[in-house]
């Protein structure tokens, strides 16, 4: 009898655990390419743009390149990047971004990130907004976007006006 109980009580854990992993995870994988976390702060009434942020780690043995993307409540999704030339931060698109063989790319506030133009609609906090990822090699996936409010990143909250 206790061995049973045991196993019921390991098996009822082991259920626990893995519902508690999916809820906390937040990944998405299209063929090597393994998408974490996708989010994105929220924004004001009436402001244009906004950022998501999520990262990409490439298992397989050729690079791929993220092209941009597409989401409902924004006209277009770019990938730009952010960097300091001098002493003043310039963002520019970019036609694409290699995610390298055997390497994992970081989209984040204040450097890399998937510009969200022509909102439609603020961002709230608590959305979960579907996104479509366009990648060069493997292809289109939907992931969600979590809305959230995290802080500035410290190179970030340096260079607000």
């Not at 390991?10 to 809820?23: D, N, P, S």
């Not at 937040?26 to 924004?43: C, E, M, N, V, Y």
């Not at 397989?60 to 960097?83: F, K, N, Q």
């Not at 995610?99 to 959305?127: R, S």
């Amino acid at each position: 009898m206790p061995a049973m109980t045991n196993r019921r009580f390991l098996i009822l854990a082991l259920a626990a655990l893995l519902t508690a992993t999916a809820a906390i995870g937040h990944d998405f994988q299209i063929g090597a390419l393994k998408i974490g976390h996708p989010w994105a702060r929220p924004t004001l009434p009436g402001q244009g743009a906004g950022g998501a942020y999520l990262s990409v780690h490439n298992g397989g043995s050729t690079p791929d390149r993220l092209l941009g993307g597409s989401m409902p409540v924004a006209a277009g999704v770019e990938v730009h990047e952010m960097r300091m030339e001098g002493d003043v931060m310039r963002m520019r698109e970019l036609p694409g971004l290699e995610i390298p063989a055997g390497k994992t790319v970081t989209l984040a506030p204040a450097g890399l990130h998937l510009m969200l133009t022509g909102l439609k609609a603020p961002l709230k906090l608590g959305d979960k907004l579907p996104l479509k990822l366009r990648f060069e090699k493997a292809g289109e996936i939907e992931v969600t976007v979590n809305v959230e409010d995290k802080p500035a990143a410290p190179t970030e909250a340096a260079h607000k006006h």
